[in-house]
Nanobody
Framework: QVQLVESGGGLVQAGGSLRLSCAAS????????MGWFRQAPEKEREIVAA????????YYADAVKGQFTISRDNAKNTVWLQMNSLEPEDTAVYYC????????????????????WGQGTQVTVSS
């Protein structure tokens, strides 16, 4: 498994931006597809974005297309989620997740497909 630590969450006003980081331990990161999920109070965890370990393929939930950008640097064992034009509806705990795959192009979008999770970082957007 990959150990993951998220950072970068906080309180921001509507229309603002945040950049979340997820630092991974171990060489396994370079062959791990990565995902960002979020969970708002009394709601199920949902996919936000995902990126293949080769970095060429990405997925975005419809709610964040054009607003969020996922990226990674395998040399730094880090994946980022750039979040722009934040709205109160984006308030949630954001989690990064990792799953090792043989294929460098596959993107996983279901939480049940990931076996490694970070502890989460709170993002609160005030109106």
């Amino acid at each position: 498994q990959v150990q993951l630590v998220e950072s970068g969450g906080g309180l921001v006003q509507a229309g603002g931006s945040l950049r979340l980081s997820c630092a991974a331990s171990g060489r396994a990161f370079s062959m791990a597809t990565m995902g960002w999920f979020r969970q708002a109070p009394e709601k199920e965890r949902e996919i936000v974005a995902a990126i293949s370990w080769g970095g060429r393929n990405t997925y975005y939930a419809d709610a964040v297309k054009g607003q969020f950008t996922i990226s990674r640097d395998n040399a730094k064992n880090t994946v980022w989620l750039q979040m722009n034009s934040l709205e109160p509806e984006d308030t949630a705990v954001y989690y990064c997740a990792a799953e090792r795959l043989l294929s460098p192009i596959v993107v996983l979008t279901d939480a049940s497909q990931y076996n490694s999770w970070g502890q989460g970082t709170q993002v609160t957007v005030s109106s």
